[in-house]
């Protein structure tokens, strides 16, 4: 999953769009994949899930399929990609993007009004989630 979001943040910037690659690297790549990381860390293991035959199984399917990729990808290299010298130099997007945010008459005030809302999302769900003390025995009569 990591290798196919920093592939999109490649081929993004391979059409010129670099303030979309680097969007790309930041929030899935980064951040996205560490909230799955940090699922799968908190999840219980299954007792089932650590046979070895299954996880060997798994392992050689992963390979040959992965091999069988490779294989295709490098075999047919040359007659897919078009030549470096007959694409178009890419524009850098990330200033004019930049400079759309923070016009007064654009995006200025949608932009301000997202960073609160998740300002405001972010202090609820730490309250939600903070833990509260339990009411001793001599509080609760």
């Known amino acids: ?9 490649g081929l993004y910037l391979t059409l010129g769009a670099d303030f979309l690659a680097m969007t790309q690297v930041l ?4 951040g996205i994949m560490v909230l799955y990381l940090f699922g799968l860390m908190l999840t ?3 007792p ?12 050689g399917l992963v390979g ?20 470096a010298a007959s694409l178009p ?16 008459d654009e995006w200025l ?9 998740l300002l405001a999302t972010l202090v609820g769900a730490v309250y939600i989630a903070r833990r509260r003390p339990e009411p001793r025995a001599e509080e609760l009569g």
Do not use: C, H
């Open 27 to 30: 929030i899935y790549a980064g």
């Open 89 to 104: 130099d890419p524009e850098p997007t990330a200033e004019g993007i930049g400079l759309a945010f923070l016009r007064a």
């Open 109 to 117: 005030f949608a932009f301000e009004f997202a960073s609160v809302l």
């Open 64 to 83: 040959a399929v992965s091999l069988i990729l490779l294989v295709q990808l490098f075999g047919g290299i040359d007659e897919r990609w078009p030549d």
């Open 44 to 46: 219980k293991p299954s």
């Open 48 to 59: 089932q899930e650590r046979n070895l035959l299954r996880i060997g199984f798994a392992a």
């Open 1 to 9: 999953m990591f290798g196919t979001f920093l592939g999109v943040a």
